[in-house]
């Protein structure tokens, strides 16, 4: 009895020690703190010193989606094109679920980096996933403008259309809201 409960005593020390040294080794983060500095240091132009803000994020935080993201922009606007590309694919196979998001950034980067092919075929698969993106279709258009390919009129007058839909939308909404007898007027 006496020897289980000094065992009981030592192990419980052990493990004590051993968070201690694991907290020194990779201390917690506080990922939205950190977000707001490297937005801060991103918006004051000193995106070297944003990146390095963002990289003590682990990818095991929950807002990691948000931090490469953050890192995608810091590292295109620093006109490390590929280092922003290589996050956007890592963005990609960690969170599928907003590939058209990872896409359109690939899809400026590409255009950046005079990729027109992969550009289109970017815009193509967001396109794909989102038929109603006027952001995509416009983007696409310029894409082929810039290759003095014309038929990116098309691609414009789609863009205005699918934006004229939601302007309508929304003023329509607006509109209900203004109605007498709504409550919100």
Request: glycine share 4%.
């Given at each position: ?80 094109f ?25 899809a ?5 980096t ?6 289109l ?40 259309i ?24």
């Amino acid at each position: 009895m006496k020897g289980s409960f000094l065992f009981i005593i030592l192990l419980s020390v052990c493990a004590f020690q051993l968070k201690a040294q694991r907290e020194l080794l990779n201390p917690l983060v506080d990922s939205k703190i950190v977000i707001e500095k490297g937005v801060a240091l991103h918006d004051a132009g000193k995106f070297k010193e944003a990146i390095a803000t963002y990289l003590k994020v682990p990818p095991s935080d929950t807002a990691y989606s948000s931090v490469l993201h953050e890192l995608m922009l810091s590292y295109y606007h620093d006109s490390n094109f590929v280092e922003a590309e290589r996050y956007a694919h890592i963005a990609m196979s960690l969170y599928p679920h907003n590939n058209t998001q990872w896409y359109g950034f690939l899809a400026d980067v590409y255009d950046d980096t005079k990729r027109s092919a992969l550009a289109l075929k970017a815009y193509d698969t967001i396109l794909t996933q989102n038929p109603h993106s006027y952001l995509a279709y416009f983007n696409k258009g310029i894409s082929l403008f810039r290759q003095e390919r014309y038929e990116s009129n098309a691609r414009f007058a789609t863009c205005i259309i699918i934006n004229l839909i939601i302007l309508a939308h929304y003023l329509r909404q607006l509109a209900l809201l203004k109605e007498p007898g709504t409550g919100d007027a």
